[in-house]
Nanobody, 125 residues
Framework: QVQLVESGGGSVQAGGSLRLSCSVS??????MGWFRQAPGKQREGVAS????????YYAPSVKGRFTIARDDALNTVYLQMNSLQPDDTAIYYC????????????????????WGQGTQVTVSS
């Protein structure tokens, strides 16, 4: 059974930085991703990494500001978030896929099968 546990959320002023961590346990995984859901909005994909090729993908709204990375020794995936803006305020979820669906549905919920409980990120102006 795959388990994902996020940490690192919090409150920050606009222009600040946060690093989210996702501790992973379970099967070998094809992709790891970060999604977010703001109040009143649908959950959206933010960043993902294809573990076998180290390919990364980013939503246009975060490209150049956010970086996804993983540390196999620690079984942890990170999301480094810089230049945060109030629009980045949301609950951030770690997600994982053990199949190839994450490559055909890049940054889409249906490409992922395992989810963490979420961590709140609040950016004030």
């Amino acid at each position: 059974q795959v388990q994902l546990v996020e940490s690192g959320g919090g409150s920050v002023q606009a222009g600040g930085s946060l690093r989210l961590s996702c501790s992973v346990s379970g099967y070998p995984l094809n992709c790891m991703g970060w999604f977010r859901q703001a109040p009143g909005k649908q959950r959206e994909g933010v960043a993902s990494i294809y573990t076998r090729a180290e390919s990364t993908y980013y939503a246009p709204s975060v490209k150049g500001r956010f970086t996804i990375a993983r540390d196999d020794a620690l079984n942890t995936v990170y999301l480094q978030m810089n230049s945060l803006q109030p629009d980045d305020t949301a609950i951030y979820y770690c997600a994982a896929s053990a199949s190839s669906s994450c490559l055909t549905d890049v940054l889409r919920e249906r490409g992922y099968h395992y989810w963490g409980q979420g961590t709140q990120v609040t950016v004030s102006s």
